[in-house]
Each structure stands twice: as structure tokens, then as C-alpha cells.
């Protein structure tokens, strides 16, 4: 009988094959995750007579960064940026942070391609968003050594949805005070990263090539994708792996940290209780 090997699978769902080398297993790693964050998880089971709706915040706690190495020979137009952006500004720094947040998007709405068993776990509007900023602004080379402007920054959510929807895109969220960790590593400067990388962060599987734009690559952007053999078409078979109208010989990581920055961030996902 024929089977399909480990290999074999992985050309079938290449994204949970990424992921999970990416990332680890995220499944078995989840009370070390939390233990890492300093989060000490009690979980109570609530029984409910009938559906009183669910509530999840959501937090993420993060850096964002002015990338200023295009600037490296003119020294003149980055001394007047950096004290521009040295100045008191949290709007700035909250546009900047929203772009950031949103390039998790992809990852959380097609989660069920990178996680064995799971659903989306989609964000609410940025509007619903709450982001407050940390100290001021920081110019240095510590950003996988690139000279950036940065600003800490804390961001979160609540989701409001139906009593069961929660358990359905993640077990963990089934009871009360119930969490989950997810994991991702996002561009410290979510602007300009098509410029600045190429594809090497964009996910164009399923979509009709070429779909990716590089003033909204949030809807595109994958930190599992890898350096892959050329996209050979076939009117019969669609592009089931990262790169389809280019080829990439450079993971997302790795253009991240050579050309922009990455940090790895963690969206924590806990169910609340209502009152």
C-alpha cells in the first residue's frame, strides 16, 4: 500500500512544516511559553445555563522601529531624521505600531494551515485596538545591528464572540482563564519590507500570482517562509508553496535580520470570565 512519507507530507501542508521548524511544537510548548512570560495560568471550569457569549483579550507586548540604514551615506538628511524622530511623538509610534500588529494577520486567519487542529484566531479592527507606548524613543544598533529609532510598546484587544467559538479555533480557550500563546517574529520596521526583502516574507500559496502588493504586504506576510526550489506551473495544480512568481534563496528570518530587523513577539490569548 502506498504512503505518504514525512517528507511527503510536508509538500502537502508545507506550512505546518515550516512553522514547527520555525517555531518548535507549539502545542507541546505551551506551559513553557507561558512560564517564559512570567504567566502563571489558572484555569476554571464555569459551567453556563446558557450561552452568555465569550470575551478573549488579547496582549502582545513589542518594538518598532524607524529602519535608517538607507541613510548611512548622507549624513546630513539622517541627523535632521533622527532628531525628528527622537522627538515626543506617541501617534507616530502608534501608526507605526498598528502596521507592525497587523502583519500577524495572515498567520492568524489561516492558522489552520500552520497548526495541526486549529482555527483562525483573526484580530478585531484597529480600531478596537488599545496600544500605549513606553519611554521615548531609542537610537542604536541593537536591532540585529541596524541603526533604528525604536520605541517600546504594549498592545491589546478584546474579542467578543459567541460561547463556544473560542473552544472551536483553540482547545486552550475552552474554560475560563484559559490561554494560549502564539508565536511569531515580526519586521521591527513593518514598512517598506518588499523593497527591503523581496518576497523572501511573502506567502503567495493559493492566491492568484502575482497577488502580493508591497504597500499591503500584511495580508501576505509569513515569517515561516524558507528558501524553496523555483515554483514550476501546471495548469492543473495551484502554487502550494511560498514563492510562486519569484524564487527566494533566502528564509524570512534571515532577510529580516539582514536587512530590516526582527523581534519575536507573542500574542497571548486569554478567555475572561463574564460577569
Same mark, same amino acid.
Not at 186 to 205: F, K, S, V
Given at each position: ?18 512553522? &514547527? ?25 464555569? /459551567? ?19 529602519? $535608517? ?10 541627523? $535632521?531624521?533622527?532628531? !525628528?524622530? $527622537? ?7 502608534? !501608526? ?7 502583519? /500577524? ?64 479555533? !483553540? ?66 495544480? /495551484? ?18 535580520? &539582514?536587512?530590516?530587523? /526582527? ?8 478567555? $475572561?470570565?463574564?460577569?
Amino acid at each position: 500500500m502506498w504512503q505518504l512519507t514525512a517528507g511527503d507530507q510536508c509538500k502537502l501542508h508545507p506550512g505546518k512544516c515550516r512553522l &514547527k521548524r520555525l517555531h518548535g511544537d507549539v502545542n507541546r510548548d505551551q506551559q513553557s511559553r507561558l512560564n517564559s512570560l512570567g504567566i502563571n495560568s489558572k484555569i476554571q471550569a464555569v /459551567a453556563q445555563a446558557e450561552d452568555p457569549g465569550a470575551i478573549v483579550h488579547v496582549t502582545m507586548d513589542s518594538i518598532v522601529s524607524v529602519n $535608517l540604514d538607507e541613510f548611512s551615506n548622507d549624513q546630513n538628511s539622517l541627523n $535632521l531624521i533622527i532628531n !525628528e524622530l $527622537l522627538k515626543p511623538n506617541p501617534q507616530f509610534w502608534i !501608526e507605526r505600531t498598528m502596521k507592525q500588529v497587523s502583519m /500577524a494577520s495572515y498567520r492568524l486567519v489561516y492558522r489552520p494551515s500552520f497548526i495541526e487542529g486549529k482555527y483562525q484566531l483573526p484580530l478585531t479592527q484597529p480600531e478596537h485596538w488599545n496600544i500605549v507606548v513606553h519611554g521615548s524613543p531609542r537610537r542604536d544598533h541593537s536591532l540585529n545591528g541596524h541603526d533604528s529609532v525604536y520605541m517600546h510598546y504594549s498592545w491589546s484587544t478584546h474579542m467578543l464572540t459567541d460561547y463556544k467559538s473560542p473552544s472551536i479555533s !483553540e482547545p486552550q480557550l475552552g474554560m475560563i482563564d484559559g490561554q494560549w500563546v502564539e508565536p511569531i517574529i515580526l519586521p521591527t520596521d513593518p514598512y517598506n519590507l518588499m523593497q527591503r526583502t523581496g518576497y523572501a516574507c511573502i506567502d503567495e500559496a493559493d492566491y492568484p500570482i502575482p497577488s502580493a502588493h508591497p504597500e499591503r504586504t500584511e495580508w501576505v506576510y509569513d515569517d515561516t517562509c524558507e528558501a524553496e526550489d523555483p515554483f514550476v506551473y501546471s495548469p492543473t495544480a /495551484a502554487c502550494i508553496q511560498c514563492h510562486c512568481s519569484q524564487t527566494v534563496q533566502i528564509s524570512c528570518i534571515d532577510a529580516l535580520r &539582514k536587512y530590516v530587523g /526582527a523581534v519575536n513577539a507573542s500574542f497571548i490569548f486569554t478567555r $475572561l470570565l463574564i460577569i
